[in-house]
């Protein structure tokens, strides 16, 4: 069994933005690209500096991103900035190699039924393509991140084993990725079956690194970052404000949200180079755009030690 020592305190822990991407991509009403990018850079100004942008995918597919190249090219680049976008195939990663970006997250879902109702084609064939992705994206000195989605479980199929998510895992890592995201596409990740996962990658694809993509539609996706965190797992994503979401799975809610895992994480005693009020300013930002309340608890109640005015509660009087 390949284990890791947990991460500890005091570790510098890489909290990727994920809600530019995984979150706009599930809001029906079009953000304009403007405040997208507005958006992004709060997000960046808050001390955040790994963020997914945008994803290049169908504008038939997802037409709230049909702007991925006019964001990219208005966001600030703050002093290390890392900036990576979605690509689900060649025309995709054709589109990336035009733009200044870090890194692309491809994706292929562990489970066929998700794989077929999100990108359209087989696990193998998404695979297959991966080697054109992966030569045009080198050739242009970017960066990748092997996206996985349904790591966890799949809303169509139900339990994905680790062996396969291990499998995939192989692949990415003999195409010559720099990382492998798993990602929990509908919330189904637990403590147990992440420890699973982790160690059969470990197993099956020694060095590969492992970043972590939890959806909180249970209410367990910090505890699964804990989880991670013991298993020796130093990135993870989230969104702001807990949007997020994939149209082509049944049942998906919002990522873990960012303000809840900053603040989860800097109590714990890691770092993360956030400052906690400024990424709640950017998630009020967000949400007045959004127009409704967003899932981010730490958003409503604000940090711990936030005072409350005496003389604006009521005193029980017997
Ligand atoms: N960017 C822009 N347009 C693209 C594209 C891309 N990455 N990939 C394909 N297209 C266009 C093609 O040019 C073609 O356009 P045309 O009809 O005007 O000639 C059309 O889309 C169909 O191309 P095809 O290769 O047959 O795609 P498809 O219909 O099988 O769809 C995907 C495949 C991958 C493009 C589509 O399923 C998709 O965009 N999925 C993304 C899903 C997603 O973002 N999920 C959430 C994140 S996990
Ligand atoms: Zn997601």
Redesign the pocket.
């Known amino acids: 069994m390949t284990t890791a020592s947990p991460v500890t305190e005091g570790s510098r822990i890489t909290v990727c933005e994920v809600g530019p991407r ?1 979150g706009f ?1 599930n809001e029906k009403t079009f953000i304009p690209t403007a405040k997208k990018i507005e958006i992004a850079n709060a997000l960046f100004a808050s001390g955040l500096r790994h963020m997914q942008v945008t ?8 037409p709230q ?1 049909a702007d991925a190249e006019e964001v990219l090219a208005g966001i600030d680049r703050p002093e290390g900035a890392w900036v990576t976008a ?4 060649l ?2 990663a054709e ?1 990336a190699a035009t733009c200044k970006l870090d890194a692309v997250h491809t ?1 292929v879902s562990a489970s066929e039924t998700h794989n077929l109702k ?4 087989p696990v193998e064939q998404s695979l297959e393509e991966m080697a054109a992705v992966f030569e045009v994206l080198k050739a242009a000195g970017i960066g990748v991140e092997g ?1 996985m ?1 349904t790591a966890f479980g799949c809303p169509f199929e139900g339990v994905v084993p680790p062996e396969q998510v291990a499998r995939i895992a192989r692949r990415y890592q003999e195409l010559g990725a720099d990382s492998v995201s798993l ?1 929990d ?1 509908t919330g189904m990740a637990t403590p147990q079956t992440v420890r699973a996962a982790i160690r059969a990658i470990r197993e099956a694809a020694p060095g590969l690194e492992i970043h972590l993509h939890f959806h909180n539609t249970r209410g367990v996706g910090l505890a699964c970052v804990m989880t991670g965190l013991a298993e020796g797992v130093t990135h993870y994503d989230a969104a702001v404000g807990g949007l997020g979401g ?3 799975a049944a049942g998906a809610t919002g990522n873990i949200c960012t303000e809840d895992l900053v603040y989860l994480l800097q109590e714990s005693g890691y770092e993360t180079g956030v400052d906690l009020d400024a990424l709640i300013g950017a998630a009020r930002l967000t949400q007045g755009q959004i127009g409704r309340p967003l899932p981010g608890q730490v958003l409503k109640a604000g940090p711990r030690l936030k005072r409350h005015d005496p003389k604006l509660t009521v005193t029980a009087a017997g």
Request: charged share 15%.
């Open positions: 995984d991509q994803s290049f995918v169908s504008p038939r597919a997802v991103l979605l690509v689900p195939n025309r995709g589109r994706v999100n990108v359209n084609r996206g989605a990602g596409t994939c149209p082509f």
